[in-house]
């Protein structure tokens, strides 16, 4: 069993009113080379939603979920927005913790998914005189909680289809993409990101459809490509998948997300249910892990894990960097 002495909840964090919109951008991408057109029509998806990104309120929730179940104080840090993880440590530091674990609200190895929050937790250390120790918890993709979540809401999802859908609805199963060079890197051995979701779509559709192994019973589609058009991201994006997809009706699971955020409320709510209606393609969408009950109490049963060893510091590299 891990011994800690308090709870992070690391996060990526999003604006809260429409002033933040283009400064919290400019954070995300800094050093990215992200095109600015591209950096523009993504701050029209914040301010269509009134310049508020829906995650900093779930992390408030999934915290105030968690809380209760666990006898640890709980402490909130984001990479790209207030509270910014450098603030809360220096708050942690001071009420005197001295050993934190670290809970991050995304479930998979990759630079982005994964080292780049361990480089923001070091960083934000190094800033501050006394800061805490803190130990990343595992990767939770394949956890019978996360799993469980995500099945639930899946079956939900498939009941609000008409009846006679369900049975040959297709389980499209969503993430957001990463550059191919990045996908190749990720993990010990390279490719952990991919392999690791697949894994998880297919444990949740044994828990919906009692046979997941098969791969044959779900597709793994990339949502929320970035990045310059000439740079390769893992393809198929899934408004493309829709256009070619052999069956009756979809229900897409976000399975490489952990809260309903801006990723998937835009990008799959709006843009990928465009295209499902366009083409008079029944579509429905499974809520994400959110504060799903066993998602909650699988914070708990982490932190009774014995302590993870933690990455091996060669994995995950992160890409070059642009001048942004
Ligand atoms: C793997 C992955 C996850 C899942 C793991 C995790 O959850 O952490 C994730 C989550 C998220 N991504 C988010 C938002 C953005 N991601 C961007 C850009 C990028 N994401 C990337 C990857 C990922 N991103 C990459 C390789 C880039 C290119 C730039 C770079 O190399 O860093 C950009 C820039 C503009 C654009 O989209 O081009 C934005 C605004 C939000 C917040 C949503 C909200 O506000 O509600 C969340 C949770
Ligand atoms: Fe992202």
Redesign the pocket.
């Given at each position: 069993m891990g011994n800690y002495d308090a709870l992070l909840v690391v996060s990526?964090g999003?604006?809260e009113k429409p002033d933040d919109v283009m400064p919290f951008?400019e954070n995300?991408?800094r050093g990215?080379g992200?095109p600015r057109e591209?950096?523009l029509e993504?701050e029209a998806h914040?301010q269509r939603f009134g310049g508020a990104?829906?995650?900093n309120q779930q992390c408030r929730d999934l915290i105030a979920a968690v809380e209760p179940t666990i006898d640890l104080p709980v402490y909130w840090g984001n990479r790209n927005w207030h509270p910014y993880l450098e603030d809360t440590l220096r708050r942690m530091a001071s009420d005197g913790v001295r050993r934190a674990a670290a809970f991050v609200?995304?479930a998979?190895s990759?630079y982005?998914?994964c080292r780049?929050?361990l480089d923001d937790i070091a960083l934000a250390r190094a800033a501050v005189e006394g800061a805490p120790e803190v130990v990343k918890l595992r990767h939770y993709f394949d956890h019978p909680g996360f799993v469980a979540a995500m099945a639930d809401h899946t079956r939900e999802a498939l009941d609000r289809l008409p009846a006679g859908l369900r049975d040959s609805a297709r389980l499209v199963f969503t993430?957001?993409s990463?550059?191919t060079s990045?996908a190749a890197t990720a993990g010990p051995g390279g490719g952990a990101?991919e392999a690791q979701l697949r894994r998880a779509a297919a444990l949740v559709t044994a828990e919906v459809r009692g046979d997941g192994e098969g791969e044959g019973a779900w597709d793994l589609v990339w949502q929320?490509r970035?990045?310059a058009p000439h740079i390769p991201w893992l393809e198929p994006d899934v408004c493309d998948h829709l256009l070619e997809v052999d069956a009756p009706a979809v229900v897409l699971v976000p399975i490489?997300?952990?809260s309903d955020?801006?990723?998937v409320v835009y990008d799959l709510d709006v843009e990928a249910a465009e295209t499902a209606k366009k083409i008079g393609l029944p579509l429905v969408r499974a809520t994400t892990a959110g504060t799903h009950p066993r998602f909650v109490s699988m914070v708990g049963e982490l932190l009774a894990e014995p302590e993870p060893t933690g990455c091996a510091a060669t994995c995950c590299p992160a890409?070059p960097r642009r001048r942004g």
């Amino acid at each position: 069993m891990g011994n800690y002495d308090a709870l992070l909840v690391v996060s990526f964090g999003g604006p809260e009113k429409p002033d933040d919109v283009m400064p919290f951008l400019e954070n995300v991408i800094r050093g990215r080379g992200i095109p600015r057109e591209r950096l523009l029509e993504v701050e029209a998806h914040y301010q269509r939603f009134g310049g508020a990104s829906p995650i900093n309120q779930q992390c408030r929730d999934l915290i105030a979920a968690v809380e209760p179940t666990i006898d640890l104080p709980v402490y909130w840090g984001n990479r790209n927005w207030h509270p910014y993880l450098e603030d809360t440590l220096r708050r942690m530091a001071s009420d005197g913790v001295r050993r934190a674990a670290a809970f991050v609200t995304s479930a998979y190895s990759s630079y982005s998914a994964c080292r780049q929050y361990l480089d923001d937790i070091a960083l934000a250390r190094a800033a501050v005189e006394g800061a805490p120790e803190v130990v990343k918890l595992r990767h939770y993709f394949d956890h019978p909680g996360f799993v469980a979540a995500m099945a639930d809401h899946t079956r939900e999802a498939l009941d609000r289809l008409p009846a006679g859908l369900r049975d040959s609805a297709r389980l499209v199963f969503t993430a957001h993409s990463i550059p191919t060079s990045m996908a190749a890197t990720a993990g010990p051995g390279g490719g952990a990101y991919e392999a690791q979701l697949r894994r998880a779509a297919a444990l949740v559709t044994a828990e919906v459809r009692g046979d997941g192994e098969g791969e044959g019973a779900w597709d793994l589609v990339w949502q929320s490509r970035s990045g310059a058009p000439h740079i390769p991201w893992l393809e198929p994006d899934v408004c493309d998948h829709l256009l070619e997809v052999d069956a009756p009706a979809v229900v897409l699971v976000p399975i490489g997300f952990v809260s309903d955020h801006m990723e998937v409320v835009y990008d799959l709510d709006v843009e990928a249910a465009e295209t499902a209606k366009k083409i008079g393609l029944p579509l429905v969408r499974a809520t994400t892990a959110g504060t799903h009950p066993r998602f909650v109490s699988m914070v708990g049963e982490l932190l009774a894990e014995p302590e993870p060893t933690g990455c091996a510091a060669t994995c995950c590299p992160a890409p070059p960097r642009r001048r942004g």
